[in-house]
C-alpha cells in the first residue's frame, strides 16, 4: 500500500507541474524533508526511544489559493528504534501516514515582509490515516491500521525563486492504535480497540520545497506592488511629486497646473497661471497703470483724462465679481496667485479715498453650514487684514461671512474653488 500511495504523489506532482498555470504568482510546490522522530507513547515499561531518532522522511504536494491560505497532501514514512542505553531491549517498528492538510502563511498574515523578504512561517494542520508495523517483539509483524491528527510549522528560508529551505516540527495523534510504539504490549484488549486517540509522537525535518509554474514568484513570497514599494519607489515618486510643485515663474500656480510657465515677475494671474488682462484693453494688468480701465498703451492703459473718471470702471469691474480673493479648501490663508487682488484693491482706495468697500467671504457647500458660515467670516477678515497692512483705514472697510454660495454645481471641483472667495462692494 505504501508503494502505491507514493507512486500517486509523485504521479500527481508531476501532472500539476504540467498544469501550473501563468498567474501573478506560483501556487504549487513539491516538497521533500527528511529528519527525526520521537515516540512519546504509548511505550511499554522499560522500553525507551532516543530523544531524536533518525528515521523518517516525508514527501508532499501544496497548492495556495492565495498568498495567506493553501491545502497539501503529504506522505510521510519512517521507522522507531531503541535508544542506546543498558538493558534497554531492543525494537524496530515501521510505519506511515497520509494527510490531507490546511496550509495558513503565517509570516504573510503576521506582515513579516516588512522586515524581510527571505524568511517565512507556515502552519499546518488536517488528518488522515496511516499504519504502525512492530518489526520485532510480541506483536511483531501486526498491521496497526490508526487514523491521525497533525500539526505542525515550518520555518522557510528563500534561496531562490524556485526553491525555499524549510524547517519543519509535528505533532501526531494516533487513534484507534492497538498497540504499543515498541511493538512489545498492547494498549487495551483487541476487543476494545476503536477508541479515541491513544498515541502521540512528534517529527522534526529539514528539507527542500520547489516552486512549479510560469510566474516569476510564488505564493509564500509574493508582494503586491501597490501594497509595498521598494525605497528607490517612494524615492522616485517622492521626486516626481517634488517637481510637479516646482513654481518655476514664481507666480503662485504649480508647475502641473502652470499653462503659462513663464509669467514675468509681478504678473498678476488667475487659477491657471495665465497673465491676466482685466479690461481687456491688451496691457497685461502688471503693466497696466490703469488695470480695471482701458486705455492705449501711449497712455500705459489708462484712459484720456477728460473722458470717465476711473472710479466708474473700477467700481463695476469690483461690484461685478471681477476682482476675487480665492482660497484653499477649508484654510481662510489667500492663495499666492490670487492676493494680488487686495493689492489692487488697496491702490483703488488710495487713489479714491472718498470710497468704502464691504468684504463679502464665502465657502462651498462641503461641510457642515455653520462651521462654514464662520469659516467664509474668517477669510473675509483675512482680506480686510490685508488691506489694513497695506495702509487702509479701519473705518473705510466692513467684512462679513455670507457662509455657503450655492450658486455654483457644487460637483465641480473647479466650482467650488470659485465658491471659497472674498469678493469685493465699493460704496460710496
Not at 513539491?30 to 531518532?53: A, C, D, H, Q, R
Not at 467670516?377 to 467684512?399: H, N, P, Q
Request: proline share 5%.
Amino acid at each position: 500500500m505504501k508503494k502505491i500511495i507514493l507512486s500517486t504523489l509523485m504521479v500527481g506532482a508531476l501532472a500539476i507541474g504540467a498544469q501550473a498555470q501563468d498567474d501573478d504568482f506560483n501556487k504549487w510546490s513539491i516538497e521533500v524533508n527528511g529528519g527525526f522522530n520521537k515516540p512519546m507513547s504509548p511505550m511499554t515499561p522499560g522500553y525507551y526511544s532516543p530523544i531524536l531518532n533518525i528515521g523518517h522522511a516525508d514527501l508532499g504536494v501544496r497548492y495556495m489559493f492565495n498568498e495567506k491560505f493553501g491545502t497539501k497532501l503529504d506522505f510521510g514514512f519512517g521507522s522507531f528504534g531503541e535508544a542506546s542505553q543498558d538493558n534497554n531491549p531492543e525494537f524496530s517498528t515501521n510505519y506511515y501516514r497520509v494527510n490531507l492538510q490546511g496550509v495558513a502563511n503565517l509570516g504573510r498574515i503576521m506582515n513579516w515582509e516588512t522586515f524581510s523578504q527571505r524568511v517565512n512561517l507556515l502552519g499546518h494542520a488536517g488528518f488522515g490515516i496511516g499504519r504502525v508495523t512492530p518489526q520485532q517483539n510480541e506483536w511483531e509483524g501486526f498491521q496497526d491500521d490508526v487514523y491521525n491528527f497533525i500539526a505542525g510549522l515550518t520555518a522557510q528560508v528563500k534561496l531562490t525563486e524556485r526553491i525555499a529551505l524549510n524547517a519543519d516540527i509535528s505533532t501526531i495523534m494516533n487513534g484507534r492504535q492497538n498497540v504499543a510504539f515498541d511493538g512489545a504490549s498492547a494498549i487495551t484488549p483487541l476487543d476494545y480497540s476503536f477508541y479515541g486517540p491513544k498515541a502521540n509522537w512528534w517529527t522534526g525535518t529539514l528539507g527542500l520545497s520547489f516552486y512549479l509554474g510560469g510566474a516569476s514568484s510564488h505564493a509564500d513570497w509574493y508582494l503586491r506592488e501597490s501594497k509595498y514599494a521598494t525605497k528607490e519607489e517612494l524615492a522616485t515618486q517622492i521626486g516626481e511629486i517634488r517637481d510637479m510643485l516646482k513654481d518655476s515663474d514664481g507666480d503662485g500656480v504649480p508647475d502641473y497646473l502652470d499653462k503659462e510657465p513663464n509669467t514675468p515677475a509681478g504678473a498678476r494671474v488667475d487659477s491657471h497661471g495665465r497673465t491676466l488682462d482685466s479690461d481687456g484693453d491688451g496691457i497685461p494688468d502688471h503693466l497696466d497703470k490703469c488695470p480695471f480701465v482701458p486705455g492705449p498703451a501711449s497712455l500705459d492703459g489708462c484712459p484720456p483724462e477728460d473722458t470717465v473718471e476711473e472710479v466708474d470702471y473700477l467700481k463695476k469691474a469690483i461690484n461685478d465679481g471681477y476682482v476675487n480673493v480665492y482660497f484653499a479648501f477649508d484654510s481662510s490663508k489667500p492663495l499666492g496667485y490670487s492676493s494680488s487682488a487686495a493689492n489692487y484693491v488697496a491702490n483703488f482706495m488710495k487713489r479714491n479715498p472718498g470710497v468704502s468697500v464691504e468684504l463679502k467671504g464665502y465657502a462651498d457647500e462641503i461641510g457642515p453650514e455653520d462651521y462654514n458660515m464662520k469659516l467664509s467670516e474668517r477669510r473675509a477678515k483675512a482680506v480686510y487684514d490685508l488691506l489694513v497692512a497695506a495702509g487702509i483705514d479701519e473705518s473705510r472697510m466692513t467684512y462679513k461671512g455670507y457662509g455657503e454660495d450655492t450658486s455654483v454645481d457644487k460637483r465641480s471641483s473647479d466650482a467650488r474653488q470659485l465658491a471659497r472667495r472674498v469678493s469685493f462692494e465699493v460704496q460710496d
